[in-house]
């Protein structure tokens, strides 16, 4: 009798949030404190997160997405006005602009960083262009002093889509240093993760005063300070806003997983260095790198692939499934989508061939050297295709 042993196929994830007994033991602290909705871990998160990325204020929200809404509004953007965004990202970015009943105006972007310039948003813009929002792409920082200055010249406001950068750096100082408004993501495929969760940094304390109004009804005292004072409070409701509101539970989990930060982005690196390192003499994958002015955390980790390679992204995609690797197509094109069908745009080549030829590959705290070896085999093979 021949017995029969299973083969189980290798299984990587594109991505695993870095989660441990620190992050669970912090959540149930929060739990028994009897503190569970927004309060003072969710101040002291803010500090600290602020602190990190070199702004003097942060504002904790719902999400990366509610951020970007918010700060639309606080800079007066509504019905009539454009704002120029990139396709090439997450649908949240242009959503943010038909949420305060803008306009959104797609512009192209570099092909090595996937982020907008100076040049392809001004080839869009027009009289009726009020804001700019750039995103720092995968974690690639954009040019922040190049497109910060024009910003300035043009009289828009610049709102940075900081969703994938914490820990990116730019002109050696942190994504989001010196930004007039910066919105961040705290999902669970950034490298730090609050479950669902974002942060709005920024300079202004007058702005930033608004923006903690804005994210809890409107009402001149949070619900913190009412609880907090001995004698009773009267709240007054000074303008129409939003419940986008973060937990006790989630910044007590997000201050554990700031002091993880560093580490995370020296792994993330030294990772991508070693698949740059596997892939270099690779024809026909291209993949990305640090721009000239700063570094990259690498939040994913991309390759473009060139028509010499032996396979397109697609079929490079059904192949790595076939044999465990979950990788992701490209970023997504926002015009592409049924979603803005109704938008007619401008040329856009950089952002398709993008959107269409680039694939991201798996990078996590669990990735292994062994992994990355299995995973460049396979496009090895689909190379000699």
């Known amino acids: ?112 960083t996937g982020n907008l310039t100076v040049e392809t948003v001004d080839t869009v813009r027009t009289p009726r262009t009020r804001a700019v929002i750039a995103v720092h792409q995968g974690g690639v920082p954009f040019d922040v002093a190049a497109l910060r200055k024009a910003a300035d010249g043009w009289g828009v406001g610049l709102v940075e889509d900081a969703a994938c950068a914490a820990g990116s750096t730019a002109y050696g100082q942190p994504a989001g240093t010196g930004a007039a408004i910066a919105a961040w993501s705290f999902h669970p495929r950034k490298l730090i993760t609050t479950g669902e969760g974002g942060m709005i940094t920024l300079d202004d304390a007058d702005r930033a005063v608004r923006l903690r109004r804005l994210r809890e009804h409107g009402m001149n005292v949070s619900a913190a300070d009412r609880h907090a004072s001995a004698q009773p409070v009267l709240e007054a409701y000074l303008e129409t806003a939003y419940n986008y509101r973060m937990t006790d539970i989630q910044a007590a989990v997000g201050l554990v997983q700031l002091g993880r930060l560093a580490g995370l982005v020296e792994q993330r690196r030294a990772l991508a260095a070693r698949y740059q390192e596997l892939l270099a003499d690779l024809d026909g994958l291209v993949p990305v790198r640090d721009p000239a002015y700063g570094q990259t955390n690498y939040q994913s980790f991309w390759v473009l692939i060139n028509p010499e390679f032996g396979a397109t992204r697609d079929e490079a995609l059904a192949v790595l499934a076939e044999r465990g690797v979950s990788a992701r197509r490209g970023i997504m094109a926002a015009h592409l989508e049924p979603a803005y069908a109704d938008v007619a745009p401008g040329p856009l080549p950089v952002t398709e061939r993008l959107t269409r030829d680039s694939l991201i590959l798996p990078l996590h ?21």
Request: aromatic content about 6%; some cysteine; charged content about 15%.
């Open 1 to 112: 009798m021949v017995a029969v042993v299973a083969m189980t196929q290798r299984k990587i994830p594109v991505m695993i949030p870095l989660l441990g007994e620190e992050e669970a033991l912090a959540a149930a602290d929060a739990v028994r404190s009897g503190w569970v909705a927004q309060g003072p871990r969710v101040a002291r998160f803010e500090q600290e997160f602020a602190a990190t990325v070199g702004a003097a204020h942060g504002v904790a929200v719902s999400s990366c997405t509610t951020g970007l809404h918010l700060a639309l509004v606080v800079l007066g953007i509504g019905p009539g006005d454009e704002v120029i965004v990139p396709s090439l990202s997450f649908i949240a970015t242009a959503n943010a602009v038909r949420y305060v009943g803008a306009t959104p105006v797609f512009a192209d972007v570099d092909l090595a």
């Open 365 to 385: 705290h669990a990735l292994t050297a062994d992994d990355q070896d299995y995973i460049v085999g396979i496009l090895r093979d689909l190379a000699r295709r």
